[in-house]
């Protein structure tokens, strides 16, 4: 038969747990400030896109490492690619 812990046991358990708890929460937010950081180094990006700016467009985007930056990279690849194959340019 098993016998529950007892609250002794439970509590050396759980030793520690707030310290990891609060890195945790730091390192979380540090995460956080991180990634909105790099969403508005590529919103920077995403402007000169929209203004019809694609050489200034990349140029921002070929800056960082993000995933952000990377889709940013694709749009203007594919805009390139879809904008050459227009005949009445």
């Known amino acids: 038969m098993v016998t529950p812990p007892t609250t002794a046991e439970c509590r050396s358990q759980h030793v520690g747990t707030e310290r990891f708890a609060s890195q945790s929460t730091t390192t979380m937010s540090e995460s956080y400030n991180q990634v909105v950081d790099l969403i508005q180094k590529a919103t920077v990006g995403f402007d000169h896109l929209f ?8 140029s ?16 203007c690849s594919f805009l390139e690619a879809s904008l050459g194959m227009e005949v009445r340019l």
């Open 51 to 58: 203004s019809d700016e694609i050489e200034d467009a990349k």
């Open 60 to 75: 921002v985007f070929q800056r960082d490492d993000s995933s952000f930056h990377f889709l940013g990279l694709g749009v």
